[in-house]
């Protein structure tokens, strides 16, 4: 119980406390605290925690606990500040000593795990600072959920006040059993980065955000990769993260880095504006002027309605040095924001970076919470190329006229309501089991704002208010739900049954073919139209719609791929768009049989132009070219859908090239995803083909998606010595390629194995790194392989050393062909980390 001596001495002791920061120390330095913690501690990144005890209102005793989570996510990779928390059952709030008139991020960290006896589902509460509304009825427990997250930030920048201190409550919502809780806050002193901006929609007139405050939504680092917050300019503690799962339709155009000895010259822009490593990155559309006239780079970002948000874009130029070289158009929700920006004009040389502010209001209208992000070539002033370049890019959402920022919580995907539905909890600790896995689920949690959003994908599903709430949490990462359906193999006498158990959401996407005419489009199925074999049953060649070539995959009544792969292949390809996976059309399920139509793939699988081919030999270019391809369909189905998608039978017959020899990834039958992921892996039977199959997932029946790493290493191998992955007509040694490869690699004689038709015509930079990167591929444990995006960068590296063994180009010196070649300039730089 607190007496008046008690709140006395709370109050002499902060008081203190304050004149120290104030009078003896200076300007208050940054505040990072583990709440709930006895004695703090430090971190993955050695930051230093301290507890938050002080910090707290006199009634924070009878108030609030402290408690440590039962569980720790494979995610998180260090206990603090995310294993302590302290849970209020009442209105807390915590008194912090700021300098006035200075803007603040304040970041909150939250681990929605199970705490001594609480259900973690009934926390629902708002977070108050200063006087504005950051979170409303939030339930961090759904948003993890719903984003397959294990763990959650949620960062703001506050207006500067006119206070020494800034007070920021706590309270839980009026529900019952309802509590708050939080693991961490950080209070970090920020330059005042807001100024005013143009206004999308009205040429004429300008937002003025310095007395703004904001919520960060997204923070991205385009064409490059994941920026730690340690490694931020300034020391902000910003982390900023790849662009890829929000980039909309299937060109993702082309990832630009400039050389290791490029110079960043601030000069009038603050360093603490964005770190080098985004000024020294960018995505542009591509090396084809006449291509890129008729394209847009697009990206997709849902956002909450009725809300002003700003855009900010990083732009600096690193390949050209004159005006009129590169000029393009921007475009914000289908409006203009900017015509003709050319980086050079603005920065007036090469090496210089900037950055533009937009301002967007977002209506309530279906369908318009999202901001679109489009730029295009610009054909006005007839540039040199016409391209565009983002280097960088964020998105601040602006409180309302009632100082509120609160949005909605997310709506769990159709999938996650299924797994908890056909998985009921029967009892308290059955419940505690089962949240602590769906929490952390495999794409787990990624930190904060959303690498994650890795998993974003084109198609994904609004946000709603879930029914019979006011909730007013922001929910700014899409919902997107891959169905896992949990019907168990059936004999073919089940098969009609098969169609009834998809989705609604899969069946919408798909066409529902009878079985009429799938007799039609393949002359009832004549044998002269099989296309291939595989485990499901034969493909044939089909002509549907008076016309359109299709391919159909019909199952084979003794096949061991059943129901399950029926299923699986629709709930996945159903949702997947990208220009390298295989687009399902549609399905057929009558009669007792089953079939899936497919796009034709005319020039059919890699094998077949790789070994044994009666046709011309794929060029050492054109191998690289595809295998790029297919390391971009992987590195988005592990990356750019709603759950981490693991293929689990990457080889060589599964990668189909179209007339054009784009290469697209196939047969999703034995696809595994979340959110069954708790422990960052899948327990599973083990399924594949032999000669491909992870080592370690054979031995533990543990499927990561390091497990497709290692068969797209045997891929690799195979497309450059042009044999299978099995061969038992040869030597014991040299009957798994896998194995003799890597010896050989190993005993530097790879040369000696390689396709005939390739020795001579690859450069021995490119095949040095694209053996290395293959070896890594097969490394016997997961933790060692690199990721498919790490994969797919290197890849693009071994295709720029071919095209430009020496270097000349990648450093842009004067005399170089550079800005004279399209192409030239494209690969220039592809980014890479090149000791990876």
Request: charged share 20%.
């Amino acid at each position: 119980m607190y007496t008046s001596n008690h709140i006395f001495l709370s109050v002499l002791c902060f008081s203190i406390l304050f004149l120290v920061h104030h009078v003896v120390g200076g300007t208050p330095e940054s505040l990072v605290l583990s709440c709930g913690s006895k004695d703090g501690g430090k971190d993955a990144d050695d930051r230093l925690w301290e507890p938050d005890t002080k910090y707290l209102s006199a009634d924070a005793g009878k108030n609030s606990i402290t408690s440590t989570a039962s569980y720790q996510d494979p995610s998180i990779q260090s206990p603090v500040p995310y294993m302590d928390a302290r849970i209020f059952t009442s209105e807390v709030s915590y008194t912090f000593p700021v300098k006035s008139n200075t803007r603040y991020w304040v970041r909150f960290h939250f681990y929605p795990s199970v705490y001594t006896d609480l259900n973690i589902d009934d926390s629902y509460f708002s977070v108050i600072a200063g006087g504005v509304t950051l979170l409303k009825n939030f339930s961090a427990s759904i948003t993890a959920q719903a984003l397959t997250q294990a763990y959650l930030i949620r960062e703001f920048s506050l207006a500067p006040i006119d206070s020494p201190v800034l007070n920021v409550t706590f309270k839980p919502s009026d529900r019952q059993n309802a509590f708050a809780f939080i693991n961490g806050i950080e209070l970090i002193p920020m330059p005042n980065m807001f100024d005013s901006a143009l206004m999308v929609g009205f040429s004429d007139q300008s937002f003025d955000a310095k007395t703004a405050d904001a919520q960060t939504l997204f923070r991205l680092n385009v064409g490059g990769q994941y920026i730690a917050p340690v490694k931020d300019s300034g020391d902000l503690g910003r982390a900023w993260y790849d662009d890829v799962p929000y980039i909309f339709g299937g060109s993702t155009g082309v990832n630009l880095q400039a050389s290791d000895n490029f110079q960043i010259q601030y000069k009038d822009l603050p360093e603490y504006s964005a770190p080098v490593n985004v000024y020294k990155t960018a995505r542009a559309i591509g090396p084809d002027s006449d291509v890129n006239k008729k394209t847009n780079q697009t990206w997709l970002f849902p956002v909450d309605a009725n809300f002003t948000y700003i855009v900010r874009l990083h732009f600096c130029e690193f390949q050209l040095s004159k005006i009129n070289q590169r000029v393009f158009n921007v475009y914000i929700n289908n409006q203009t924001a900017e015509g003709e920006v050319d980086i050079i004009a603005m920065t007036g040389e090469k090496g210089v970076p900037t950055y533009k502010d937009y301002a967007v209001f977002v209506n309530e209208r279906q369908g318009d919470e999202e901001i679109r992000l489009e730029m295009s070539p610009s054909d006005t002033t007839k540039p040199e190329y016409f391209d565009m370049q983002l280097n960088g890019l964020e998105i601040f959402k602006v409180s309302d006229g009632s100082k509120n920022l609160a949005g909605p919580n997310p709506v769990p995907s159709d999938m996650l309501l299924k797994y908890e539905h056909d998985n009921p909890k029967k009892d308290f600790n059955d419940y505690k089991k089962s949240n602590v896995g769906v929490i952390g689920g495999a794409a787990g949690g990624a930190a904060a704002f959303g690498l994650v959003c890795a998993i974003c994908v084109v198609v994904y599903q609004r946000k709603k208010r879930i029914l019979g709430t006011e909730s007013h949490t922001s929910s700014w990462l899409p919902v997107y739900g891959n169905s896992h359906t949990s019907a168990s193999k059936s004999a073919i006498s089940g098969k009609s049954n098969a169609s009834t158990h998809l989705s609604s959401l899969a069946q919408g996407l798909c066409r529902h073919f009878s079985w009429t005419e799938m007799k039609q489009a393949t002359k009832n199925f004549d044998e002269s139209n099989v296309i291939g074999v595989g485990g499901f049953g034969k493909v044939y060649k089909g002509i549907i719609d008076g016309g359109v070539k299709v391919a159909i995959k019909r199952s084979n009544p003794q096949s061991e791929q059943g129901v399950n792969e029926f299923q699986t292949e629709i709930e996945m390809l159903s949702k997947l768009r990208h220009k390298h996976l295989v687009s399902l059309i549609g399905f057929c399920e009558e009669d007792n049989e089953m079939c899936l139509v497919y796009d034709y793939m005319a020039l059919g699988t890699l094998r077949e132009h790789v070994y044994n081919c009666k046709k011309s030999h794929l060029s050492w270019k054109q191998r690289l070219e595809i295998c790029i391809g297919a390391a971009r369909g992987l590195h988005y189905l592990h990356t750019g859908a709603k759950y981490t998608i693991i293929h689990r039978d990457v080889k060589t017959t599964n990668i189909l090239l179209d007339e054009n020899w784009v290469a697209k990834v196939s047969d999703f039958g034995l696809s595994k995803t979340g959110p069954n992921m708790e422990n960052g892996h899948v327990s599973t039977v083990v399924k594949g083909s032999f000669g491909y199959l992870d080592p370690e997932y054979f031995k533990r029946q543990q499927l990561t998606e390091k497990s497709d790493v290692y068969s797209f290493g045997v891929v690799l191998f195979e497309v450059l010595c042009a044999r299978p992955a099995l061969n038992p007509s040869l030597p014991k040694e040299q009957v798994s390629l896998a194995d003799w490869a890597l010896h050989c690699q190993r005993k530097g004689t790879l040369e000696d194995i390689i396709d005939t038709h390739l020795k001579g015509k690859i450069t021995p930079e490119c095949l040095k790194k694209f053996a290395d990167t293959a070896e890594k591929c097969l490394s016997d444990h997961g933790f060692d392989r690199p990721s498919m995006g790490d994969v797919l960068w290197n890849l693009e590296f071994c295709l720029q050393l071919q095209d430009d063994p020496d270097g000349s180009s990648r450093h842009g010196g004067e005399g170089s062909s550079t800005t004279n070649n399209t192409m030239a300039m494209h690969y220039n730089n592809l980014g890479l980390d090149t000791n990876a």
